[in-house]
């Protein structure tokens, strides 16, 4: 007979989990497994959202969110510019191999303490016991920041897309940066409605549109295949640019690294839907690594395709779409329609990936509100009753969407920067929590319990993900060229130090007094 304790957890609430952690056979979906019970016990959490996500569902969630082969295709002007088709190439599956060791590493952690809270929860319980309450405070704010404005930069590509395609159906539609700002409030306001009035339909949702994701890939890559030009293969897999300006191809092919790290960026968002995932411990690891070696493989093959189908790759970069898959698109099919047709595919998996960061973003900021990590933590740390999701941590998602897209009246590439700013804050709570996991290696300290292990292989891995982290987090801050002018800076460097120093105030003054840091409320199992 299992044995049912009731402890306190925050502000005193008792929660009934059963201790004995292996009996499943009472398994709900607002409470999960009792291996689910048995971890949020531990980690001193009380159960508010339905644990309704399973394995199909969240992997779903997780392949539609990173949509690699479809941001491949969106981000491809970047990398032509900066690179070339080789660079796209060879830089897309050295990061597809560093991703690979970094998710490993990721799902190892989520496996031992699958919380919403992710990667500052993690730096809380491996860091240095005398560290650990600054740095997962900090990363915690990385991390609120990697997804806002993650879930903005996505809107205001599906945005520029949707752009595209009205000009590849009217040649003279004129580019207003006005109506890319209203068409990110649109894409945005969609899907905050899908994630709050349809939230309990969510996982549905992502199981329809995974089927969509692999499906539609396989119909754009056959089109390209048999009507697009069959490009010079050696050409194609050799052949550096450096439209950038920088007289030097390494560089130039460096600089453009952002366009093939985005697609591959995010497989840890599942993490921060874990209190919603039913087996949470073991499901989540299985999502991350297989989301990484599909999504991964599918954006290899789609790019190749497309590097080998590209054409002209001036005609490709000068497009009066601004995008150069719809010029390939255009260029393969001769046909207007068909071209409108498949644009229109990639441009709908944007908008759904809009959806699914949506849903990270507010999960990850309504855990760190619950560990009062933020001003206003208890507004955003409020489950609704009704709809079992944190609606004021969705809502204000909306509004920084809202408020980013704004700068797009201003400056087209202030915007962009975006993008490197949400790398950055991500890779960085990468490292820090990768590290904080490889140190207790070294030192020989015993790790949490996990359904997930890496074993011998675990520091090798965490070692060789820190070295490529490291790498691309410098890189990250590049800008399209040397010399930039004010304009054309990339200024995600200054944001980014920016929000470091704004949080490392607030900590001074407020924080350390508010915040304990999760390891506060970890309780020992017997």
Not at 34 to 56: I, L
Not at 123 to 147: D, N, R, T
Not at 325 to 338: E, H, M
């Amino acid at each position: 007979m299992s044995e049912t304790t009731k402890v306190p957890v925050v502000e005193g609430e008792p929660y009934d989990v059963d201790i004995t952690g292996e009996d499943d056979s009472e398994i709900t979906e607002k409470k999960g497994t009792s291996a689910d019970r048995h971890a949020m016990w531990r980690m001193g959490k009380v159960q508010e959202m339905r644990r309704n996500f399973r394995f199909v569902s969240i992997f779903g969630f997780s392949m539609i969110l990173m949509a690699s082969w479809e941001t491949m295709l969106g981000t491809s002007t970047i990398g032509l510019i900066d690179g070339g088709t080789a660079g796209l190439i060879w830089m897309y599956l050295i990061c597809w191999i560093g991703f690979i060791c970094v998710n490993t590493s990721m799902a190892e952690m989520g496996s031992m303490a699958p919380t919403s809270g992710g990667q500052y929860h993690w730096v809380s319980e491996f860091a240095p016991p005398q560290h650990q309450k600054f740095l997962s405070y900090m990363i915690g704010w990385l991390c609120v920041l990697g997804w806002q404005t993650g879930a903005a930069n996505t809107a205001y590509l599906a945005g520029t897309q949707i752009q595209g395609l009205i000009a590849l159906n009217k040649p003279d539609y004129s580019f207003e940066a006005w109506h890319g700002t209203l068409l990110v409030f649109a894409v945005s306001a969609f899907n905050v409605i899908f994630n709050t009035f349809l939230a309990k339909k969510l996982p549905l949702i992502e199981g329809i549109v995974l089927i969509v994701h692999i499906f539609g890939f396989f119909a754009i890559l056959v089109v390209l295949w048999v009507m697009g030009p069959k490009g010079d293969a050696h050409a194609v897999f050799t052949t550096f640019n450096d439209y950038g300006g920088w007289n030097n191809l390494g560089l130039s092919t460096l600089s453009g690294l952002v366009a093939v790290v985005l697609p591959l960026l995010g497989a840890d968002a599942a993490v921060h839907m874990s209190e919603e995932l039913r087996d949470a411990s073991k499901t989540l690891p299985r999502s991350m690594i297989w989301t990484t070696l599909i999504n991964g493989s599918t954006g290899w093959i789609m790019l190749i395709t497309f590097c080998m189908v590209l054409g002209s790759l001036d005609d490709a970069i000068g497009s009066p779409t601004k995008q150069a898959y719809l010029y390939v698109f255009y260029n393969a099919t001769k046909s207007t329609a068909g071209a409108s047709v498949m644009g229109a595919l990639v441009i709908t998996m944007a908008i759904f990936c809009n959806l699914s960061i949506t849903a990270t973003s507010s999960r990850q900021l309504f855990a760190f509100a619950r560990d009062q990590g933020i001003p206003f933590s208890k507004t955003f740390a409020y489950v609704h009753p009704k709809f079992d999701v944190p609606i004021n941590a969705i809502c204000l998602s909306f509004l920084v969407s809202c408020l980013l897209s704004l700068i797009n009246l201003g400056s087209s590439v202030a915007l962009m920067n975006i993008a490197s700013l949400s790398t950055a804050a991500i890779l960085a709570s990468y490292i820090v929590s990768i590290s904080c996991v490889a140190l207790k290696r070294i030192r020989g300290q015993p790790l949490l319990p996990s359904k997930f292990k890496l074993g011998r292989w675990g520091l090798p891995l965490n070692i060789a993900s820190l070295i490529f982290l490291v790498f691309v987090f410098v890189f990250s801050f590049f800008p399209m060229g040397p010399k930039p002018t004010p304009a054309g800076m990339n200024w995600s460097i200054l944001m980014f130090g920016a929000t470091v120093l704004f949080s490392f105030v607030y900590y001074y003054f407020e924080g350390r007094h508010n915040y304990a840091g999760p390891v506060a409320y970890v309780r020992k199992s017997s």
